[in-house]
């Protein structure tokens, strides 16, 4: 019985594959809403710093600790390592700071929030309401109520417009709540842990996160707590010609453990919107998290138009013995993509996965991997990359693995698989590998190869049309990492595989 | 049901012609056989039939239930009735067997305006078929042809034949690769679908086949046309004197 309710799954999964490619248009959260917004003057400057900090009611410390990263990134410059062609950004040019009227006196409820909010994310496909929730999860008897509920953070433009399954969470002792409420209301944690992954002068995108995010999400699972249900963000930027930037802190205490779902979503727009998000997992003895991201915002149009700049600093530290932690990331959107969630293996016995499918189409380009930084000894990582180019797209994998020299018997297996449809798309792999001491092992694979018009044909003379097809094919080149993901998340995963991938063949 | 008329074939890459006015009529409920030396043009027949590219129809028409094949996408050829088993079975790595008949199922459904089978109808019926084909459910599992044995996965054309229905059956080489029980199996399988509606266009080496699957009318063919058609006795003939005497009857 148990296979049969395994394979049933499965098949559910994949025909929604089929389903969506057949019922949507190429970009299906390419509309805007329209809300009076409540923005800071364009440009960066100390004012603007302290502006978002009273904005967010912040104590003292934090505006100071905002403006030491904001003096910070003026000395700093961006980054052109990656294999990026953009135009140079503007900072000056951007909003800071964006929010709708509505929220200004922050809503106590979820009741209290603007209807066109809440609409917005309904039209989403997000959840907000817990009734709505709950009574999805009372009508499926035989489902398990545990795996389908999930908890709610969603972020719109620059703040926080509600968490659901506070007060479920809150009798298991976790918190979960928008950073900005965090740095008010548990100011000893967020002190301790804030900035202690990625550091404010870490890098010149995560240092002016630093100065400038305006909300974001927390969690703290507390020693021993298994969070009783999947904890979400939702990300939508909105407003034209605004910067996003929020900043997630997850502390995994313990012996605890947490999954954490991140999906984000933009308008269509013939500019660029940029986004700069800093996540920092910080994970504690014996315990583990689960870190999903499903990204899919505006590619840009099919000639190259518009798009989000996506540079985004992710770091875990498996600061304790046998903490665990494992990235699974879908990244179909973004005009340009800089990212590299890693793993600090501190603790001895620690361990650090990262799954990864990047997709690039039209004129997309994305440059993302993942650093293994092994400092702990016995130490574990594992980096499974499957970098998909279609269109006249470019797509690098870049990855780091480092075994330090206290990092004894360490491992590391990588494999890195590029695929890549039509004649004029490119796939880089650039891996960099240190080994400083003689007992760790270090294994890398990597493969390059295209759809196959066989596979195509084979499908075709089925009866599947050529995007079905190439769906299927593509889908089942994923298939590792898509296994990776929680199930909500997968199905959502290969229906946007399907949707990034229209129109890149024939 | 399939009707083949004066078909000229070339190679869209090269000037080469491999089909050269080949005509072949087979009614409802029939099996017809090709046989013919290698290099005849049978495996293009069956390609440009299903509709794959890197063939250039030069002239001559191929029909099936009166509408013409040759304008057709493979799909839609698919979803008018027509199922063609491959001599190489493609590999489909990380998509499950199981994923990939339900997906191609439901897309012949859809095309066809009926309802998409639920998971659960889909499961009992391709349970019950697979194991007339000896499948066993982990076949069903693996992705689609990787790692299947020869056999494995003619047994599995032959399992997606009877899932999607098709009314006009083509196998291309089906017995190449068999040993003696999964020819049975395979010849089962195909038998078990003949019906009065459904004919098969069945094309092999060897008369061997042709005991498990008794044709109405044998084919041969030369050089990209057919040279001589006749019943299951001329199956025998080829298999004790060859083509040669055949061929040079036919000039």
């Given amino acids: ?506 | 049901m399939l009707k083949i008329d004066n078909l000229h074939v070339k190679l869209e890459e090269e000037d080469k012609q491999i089909l050269k006015g080949l005509s072949l009529e087979v009614p409802a409920g029939q099996v017809h056989a090709i046989m013919g030396p290698n290099g005849s043009g049978k495996s293009t027949l069956s390609y440009v039939l299903s509709g794959r590219d890197g063939y250039e129809v030069t002239d001559g028409d191929a029909t099936l239930d009166g509408e013409s094949l040759l304008e057709m996408e493979p799909e839609e050829r698919a979803a008018a009735g027509l199922f063609l088993a491959f001599q190489y079975p493609v590999e489909i790595p990380g998509v499950g067997n199981m994923t990939f008949l339900r997906t191609a199922v439901n897309a012949q459904r859809k095309a066809r305006g009926q309802d998409e089978l639920s998971s659960g109808e889909f499961l009992k019926i391709v349970r019950a078929k697979a194991k007339d084909l000896q499948i066993d459910a982990e076949m069903l599992k693996r992705p689609v042809n990787v790692g299947f044995s020869g056999g494995e996965k003619k047994r599995n054309e032959i399992l997606q034949m009877a899932m999607l229905e098709p009314r006009m059956c083509i196998m291309d080489e089906t017995d190449s690769g068999l040993d003696v029980d999964a020819m049975r199996l395979v010849s089962e399988g195909v038998n078990a679908l003949r019906d009065a509606g459904r004919s098969f266009l069945v094309i092999t080496h060897y008369q061997r086949l042709l005991n498990h699957i008794k044709p109405d009318v044998v084919h041969i063919m030369s050089n990209g046309r057919i040279v001589k058609s006749g019943g299951p006795e001329l199956a025998l003939e080829v298999e004790e004197n060859g083509y040669g005497d055949l061929l040079a009857e036919a000039g």
């Fill in chain 1, 1 to 506: 019985m148990t296979e049969t309710t395994d394979l049933d799954v499965r098949e559910g999964v994949d025909r929604e594959t089929v389903e969506t490619v057949q019922n949507m248009g190429s970009y299906k959260y390419g509309w805007d809403t329209e809300i009076e917004m409540d923005y800071a003057p364009k440009g960066l400057n100390e004012d603007i710093v302290r502006l978002i900090s009273e904005k967010n009611n912040e104590p003292e410390w934090m505006t100071e600790w905002r403006l030491e990263a904001f003096r910070r990134w003026q000395t700093m410059t961006e980054p052109k390592w990656a294999m990026l062609n953009y135009p140079e950004i503007d900072f000056q040019d951007q909003y800071y700071y964006a929010r709708p009227k509505s929220m200004e006196e922050k809503p106590k409820s979820l009741d209290e929030v603007d209807p066109k909010l809440l609409a917005t994310y309904e039209k989403l496909g997000i959840p907000l309401k817990e009734q709505m929730i709950l009574a999805g999860v009372e009508g499926a008897d035989e489902a398990p109520a545990e795996g389908r509920k999930v908890a709610v953070d969603a972020v719109f433009d620059s703040v926080s417009v509600g968490t659901t399954f506070k007060d479920e969470l809150a009798k298991a002792g976790v918190i979960f709540c928008s950073i900005s409420e965090a740095i008010r209301e548990h100011p000893e944690l967020v002190k301790k842990y804030l900035g202690s992954v990625v550091p404010q002068s870490d890098n010149f995108f995560a240092t002016l996160n630093s100065a400038v995010f305006s909300d974001g999400s927390f969690v703290y699972v507390p020693p021993g707590v298994r969070c009783p249900m999947e904890l979400s963000t939702y990300f939508r930027i909105n407003a034209e010609n605004t910067g996003q930037f929020e900043r997630t802190l997850i502390i995994a205490d313990k012996g605890s453990y947490v999954s954490y779902l991140e999906g984000c979503t933009a308008p269509q727009r013939d500019t660029n919107q940029l986004h700069a998000a800093v996540v920092e997992l910080v994970i504690l003895e014996d315990a583990e998290v689960k870190y999903s991201t499903v990204q899919n915002w505006f590619p840009g149009d099919e000639e190259g138009k518009g798009g989000i700049y996506n540079f985004v600093t992710k770091r875990a530290d498996c600061r304790e013995a046998r903490a665990k932690v494992m990235w699974t990331q879908v990244e179909t959107g973004s005009a340009i993509t800089w990212k590299y969630p890693s793993c600090i293996l501190r603790g001895d016995e620690s361990q650090g996965e990262f799954y990864s499918i990047a997709i690039a189409n039209n004129f997309q380009q994305a440059d993302t991997g993942t650093k293994m930084i092994h400092l702990g000894k016995n130490t574990r990582s594992r980096i499974v990359s499957k970098g998909i180019s279609a269109g006249k797209a470019q797509n690098t994998y870049r990855g780091l693995v480092t075994m330090h020299p206290k990092a004894t018997n360490s491992r590391n297996y990588t494999q890195c698989d590029s695929l890549l449809i039509g004649d004029q798309c490119g796939a880089h792999t650039v891996p960099y590998i240190e080994v400083k001491n003689t007992s760790s092992r270090v294994e890398h694979e990597a493969t390059t190869s295209k759809v196959d018009d066989d596979q195509l044909f084979y499908c075709r003379s089925r009866g599947m049309d050529e995007e079905e097809a190439v769906a299927l094919v593509v889908n089942g080149f994923c298939r590792e990492v898509l296994q990776a993901l929680p199930m909500e998340f997968a199905m959502e995963a290969q229906s946007l595989v399907a949707i990034s991938l229209e129109g890149s063949v024939g």
